[in-house]
């Protein structure tokens, strides 16, 4: 039997899990989007047409922020797939990454890398609206809400 105040105690728990879940969710999400806007910088800053020392200084820097934004979609591939997404959904998220990094690292004189990131940006969009619709949780404890009935249980 479990006292009135029991209940409220796994209510109360049932109710964290499900912040705790949705702030997950909202950091893998942030991570998502920034490493995006990353790539996009990134390959704005590596686009120049005279080659001037303060140019390739620029796309030096450009390369380096490509490079830090696809290791972060690479860690939310991985994140995405400790969080039980399928695995396709995991690679829909590292292919902006393996795209516009890997176009950049073997074609990175040409504006292909550039102009990749125009297919990057609805592929991100895709990989992050499907794992936060797929993503589960480990552990799933439902939250059930009880009404207050008029008429007593005592008798």
Do not use: H
């Amino acid at each position: 039997m479990t006292t009135q105040s029991g209940k409220e105690a796994e209510s109360a728990l049932g109710v964290g899990a499900v912040l705790a879940w949705a702030g997950i969710l909202v950091l893998w999400s942030a991570l998502v989007v920034s490493c995006t806007v990353l790539l996009g910088r990134g390959a704005y800053m590596t686009v120049y047409f005279a080659a001037t020392g303060e140019a390739l200084a620029e796309a030096r820097t450009g390369n380096l922020l490509i490079l830090v934004g696809s290791l972060g979609l690479f860690i939310a591939a991985v994140w995405a797939r400790l969080m039980r997404v399928p695995l396709w959904a995991c690679i829909l998220v590292a292919v902006p990454a393996a795209l516009v990094g890997g176009l950049s690292l073997f074609a990175g004189a040409t504006l292909i890398p550039e102009l990749s990131y125009l297919l990057a940006v609805p592929i991100a969009a895709a990989a992050l609206i499907s794992v936060l619709i797929l993503a589960r949780p480990i552990r799933r404890n439902p939250v059930t809400i009880e009404r207050a009935s008029s008429r007593s249980d005592e008798a």
